[in-house]
């Protein structure tokens, strides 16, 4: 077996790239004249040391655990979904339109009705790339990042000119119906005399994101489903030999994919805005993908991995607020952490492998 | 810094600004961003002067998330930031949300508008863009020479429909057969930044006769700007006096006061009067620029033309349409 240890897979090579990451994100905020030391001290302050801190990470984390997962899934078939932005995008349609046309008496029940919305509108908005690529060949790639573009469009048009309140100047939905409003962590956790979690937007749909973590999981490694995804994951042609449709697999998988990326949507849309605004999703559905490659496509690295990207975001809200680092570099951090975990994997990985290797060879 | 030093500095600023009205304003700008070439620079500009003629402090930031608008607001109050304005509508919303949990701190919505019978501590500035729009429409139908005058607008949104519709109605009014090209950037926030498209906007204007394009498109305008320059026509910008950027090309700018609404609001600090401040041309929240840039372009028919229109509506005998009343535009089809 010429690999390395499992756990140095999985925990050795992300850690290392963050720590890469933070070293060159210290050098940079050190060229404009900041203390990178009193920076990264904000930012754990801020995210990490604080009731309502934690309540933005987990807000942040769980968009990005369901964005992450939708990305995975459709990784573990060999495809790359880029398209969660826009399919999250639509799932906010499918939340609005559920929250404001169905008079709920409880916020479970709109939830529940929200979910299927959400999802149903996702992936929906996914299975029209699919079967493109299932019938007709044309890469998943180019077609889901054009559908990104297409549910803005969409999205306008409906906010613009169909769900946009009489004389109001935002092109948004007006706000949901009391009844709707999901229980934030601050109702469910706090009080007025220990007010955990105060004002901060983190929600019920956490434990969805948790839920839809070991759901993924079920289906990738426990059921006959998820072992035909992983099977014409890694060969098409050996897959048709089983007896798998490439069709069926493509279009299903695409569309659990488009569900999760949608299901974002409750979040943002439900939870924390409780109204439908333009860009709902911000990014997330790109940050998916980079949280997916580090998660190395698991469902607990997915958790983890958004963890982390919750905690860049808060953290980074920090810095913005309380030291003279502008916006752009802000973003700059994120994206080294990105880069290093993401996109320069292997650049870790290989010397890594070969350190192993040699060890073994020697013992 | 400790949990407990930071609490030690919020509560000493808290009873700073309740004692003696000491607190230092807070800014927020929206999404596009501090040095967008327009309107939140112009917000940005309004708060550098108020620093430089009172020698104050205040505390800005650029947002990155549609969730952080609720965050910066509370981080801002808690923080003992009095006032503490936002530019764009997008933070309206967002301030009706937590007004009532910092009943002591002021809040400024320059563009939005909150309820001032629900959150008496909340000042909603709004523009009567309409208006300003209105007098630089007759201003380009008197340019013009072929009729045509174009228009383009940065993301499709009522606002800038707002700015279209004024200014439709103030070319028609110069000249009833005149034909008014208008033209949106795109339907994300990309619009208010893409000088490109915003050029090729205007070259197709061009080429179906237009002489005198009206840019109201944020970043997008400067492409609009410079390609009138290009090929010899006229332009006319946006919120802040853009005509020194192609002296004797730009025939004038509708000038939108966003720094002074910032300025203002600084200024009264504390004691800041809520309520809802509609600033259009008679309390010259709204305009047209002229100056040595453009004096060659602005003749003096021109000018007694425009002012005497200014004048009407100040008093009240010419009404302009406002597009945002009723979602439509007597002069315009978009």
């Known amino acids: ?363 | 810094m400790t949990f407990f030093a930071k609490t030690l500095g919020t509560v000493a600023a808290l009873a700073l600004s309740a004692g003696a009205a000491l607190a230092d304003p807070a800014l927020i700008y929206d999404l596009g961003g501090k040095f967008d070439k327009s309107f939140n620079e112009a917000a940005f500009n309004g708060a550098q002067r108020w620093a430089e003629e009172t020698g104050g402090s205040y505390r800005d930031i650029e947002l990155q998330s549609e969730a952080q608008r609720e965050q910066a607001l509370r981080r801002f109050a808690e923080a003992g930031f009095n006032p503490v304005v936002t530019t764009g509508f997008s933070m309206s919303s967002p301030i009706a949300a937590v007004a009532a949990d910092y009943p002591d701190t002021k809040f400024v919505t320059i563009d939005g508008f909150v309820d001032p019978g629900e959150h008496p501590n909340v000042l909603s500035i709004l523009f009567s863009e309409h208006e300003g729009s209105y007098l630089v429409g007759m201003m380009a139908a008197q340019a013009s020479t072929s009729g045509t005058i174009g228009f383009v607008g940065g993301m499709d949104i009522p606002l800038i429909r707002k700015f279209a519709c004024g200014y439709a109605q103030g070319a028609k009014a110069v000249n009833p057969d005149a034909t008014v090209i208008a033209n949106m950037t795109g339907t994300t926030p990309a619009a208010w930044n893409d000088p490109v498209k915003g050029s090729e906007l205007a070259k197709a204007q061009i080429s179906q006769g237009a002489d005198v394009i009206f840019a109201a498109a944020g970043g997008t305008g400067l492409g609009v700007l410079q390609t009138a320059a290009d090929e010899g026509i006229l332009s006319v910008g946006v919120d802040s006096n853009q005509n020194y950027l192609h002296p004797g090309k730009v025939l004038t700018s509708m000038l939108k006061r966003v720094d002074v609404a910032v300025f203002e609001s600084m200024t009264q600090g504390a004691d800041l009067e809520t309520g809802v401040k509609v600033l259009g041309l008679a309390q010259e929240g709204v305009g047209y620029a002229l100056d040595d840039n453009n004096a060659a372009l602005v003749s003096d028919d021109m000018k007694a033309a425009v002012d005497a229109a200014r004048e009407q509506i100040i008093a009240g005998d010419l009404a302009v349409h406002d597009y945002t009343s009723d979602d439509s535009c007597p002069a315009l089809n978009f």
């Open chain 1, 1 to 363: 077996m010429d690999r390395m240890p499992a756990w140095a897979d999985a925990v050795l090579v992300p850690l290392i790239s963050i720590i890469l990451a933070a070293f060159l994100s210290a050098l940079v905020i050190l060229a404009i004249g900041e203390n990178p030391i009193e920076a990264f001290k904000l930012m754990v302050e801020g995210a990490l040391m604080k009731s309502s801190g934690w309540g933005y990470t987990l807000y942040y984390a769980t968009n990005f655990m369901f964005t992450g997962l939708a990305v995975a899934v459709a990784f573990h078939a060999r495809m790359f979904n880029i398209g969660g932005e826009g399919q999250a995008m639509i799932g906010g349609l499918g939340v609005a339109l559920v929250c404001l046309y169905i008079p709920f008496p409880h916020w479970a029940l709109a939830l529940i009705a929200a979910t299927l919305g959400a999802a149903v509108f996702g992936a929906a908005w996914a299975y029209i790339p699919a079967i493109l690529q299932a019938k007709r060949g044309s890469h998943i790639v180019i077609t889901t990042i054009m559908f990104n573009f297409i549910a803005a469009a969409v999205l306008n048009y409906v906010l613009v000119n169909m769900l946009r309140p009489k004389g109001a100047m935002e092109p948004a939905t007006a706000g949901f119906p009391e009844a709707t409003h999901l229980p934030t962590f601050f109702d469910m956790f706090g009080s007025p005399e220990n007010p955990l979690f105060r004002s901060a937007p983190a929600n019920v749909t956490f434990f969805i994101a948790v839920a839809a973590c070991i759901a993924v999981w079920v289906l990738i490694w426990r059921t006959r489903l998820g072992y035909e995804i992983r099977a014409f994951g890694h060969s098409e042609t050996a897959a048709k030999y089983a007896g798998i449709s490439p069709t069926r697999i493509i279009v299903i998988t695409m569309l659990i994919s488009g569900g999760l990326a949608g299901l974002m949507a409750l979040n943002t849309t439900m939870g924390e805005a409780e109204r439908l605004v333009l860009n709902a999703p911000e990014g997330a559905g790109f940050i998916g993908i980079a949280v997916a490659l580090m998660g190395r496509s698991h469902p607990f690295g997915v958790f983890l991995a958004a963890l982390l990207f919750g905690f860049l975001y808060q953290g980074g809200a920090e810095l913005a607020f309380w030291a003279n680092i502008p916006r752009e570099l802000v973003t700059v951090i994120q994206a080294l952490v990105i880069l290093f975990t993401g996109a320069l994997d292997n650049m870790v990985r290989m010397p890594l492998e070969r350190l192993f290797l040699a060890l073994r060879k020697d013992s």
